[in-house]
């Protein structure tokens, strides 16, 4: 079946690195790829989405790529901060009703 | 404009008793959508709607109940709380649509079941 991984599960980085986080999907008919942010105790919360006719999207300090042809996407989140922390979810959509969701990966970013 | 909004925020059951998960949302949004979270599995869908009186089976449906009465509320039933259970709900909503754009997921705070 449909099926989107996401790695790494874990990730630490300095404050002011940057933060990579990737997803492979399998499903050739999707054709939106949004991100969450999920904060301790909250539910998770659109933060970047990318159409299949674009290969890149920046908004601020984040921007998220797509590789159609290798099924991959990716969050990039530049000069981290403390309040980046948190769980952050890739989902693959085919325009149906159903949204896959990878695995999640929880960043730490250390002051 | 509260968004989606889920009830109780905290419930502990005894295994064998019955709870209702309550989702109300304002945005008038078609779909909508509860899932459940566990650690290290991420989110994984119980059950859908895609309009008032409709419910379709999601990725872990057993154990569970749906109804759409008013396309603002999506109620979600245990009729006898297994230990299994325990896990953070969330309750989605999202608009409708077209084949060729789709609309991001709108999410509530979740409901913590703890289930003895």
């Known amino acids: 079946g449909e099926n989107v991984e996401q790695h790494p599960s874990t990730l630490s980085v300095q404050e002011g690195d940057s933060a990579v986080i990737k997803c492979t999907y399998s499903?050739?008919?999707?054709?939106?790829f949004p991100w969450y942010k999920q904060e301790l105790g909250k539910g998770p919360q659109l933060i970047i989405d990318i159409r299949s006719n674009v290969g890149e999207k920046k908004d601020q300090r984040i921007a998220v790529t797509l590789n159609k042809t290798a099924k991959h996407f990716s969050l990039h989140i530049t000069e981290t901060q403390p309040e980046d922390s948190a769980v952050y979810f890739c989902a693959a959509d085919t325009g149906g009703f159903k949204t896959i969701f990878g695995a999640g990966t929880r960043l730490f970013v250390k002051a | 404009n509260a968004g989606v909004t889920q009830t109780p925020k905290f419930r502990v059951l005894k295994t064998g008793q019955s709870m209702t998960l309550l989702c109300a949302q304002d945005?008038?949004?078609?779909?909508m959508y509860w899932y459940r979270q566990d650690p290290g599995m991420g989110l994984r869908l119980i059950h859908y709607?895609?309009?008032?009186?409709?419910?379709a089976k999601g990725e872990v449906p057993d154990g569970y109940n749906v109804s759409r009465l008013k396309k603002q509320n999506f109620l979600l039933g245990l009729e006898s709380a297994a230990p299994s259970q325990t896990s953070v709900y969330f309750c989605?909503?999202?608009?409708?649509?077209?084949?060729?754009?789709?609309?991001?997921?709108?999410f509530g705070n979740g409901t913590r079941l703890t289930v003895t």
């Open positions: 945005m008038n949004h078609e779909y």
């Open positions: 499903d050739s008919a999707s054709n939106y």
């Open positions: 989605a909503s999202r608009y409708q649509g077209t084949a060729f754009y789709n609309s991001p997921l709108h």
């Open positions: 709607s895609v309009g008032e009186g409709t419910t």
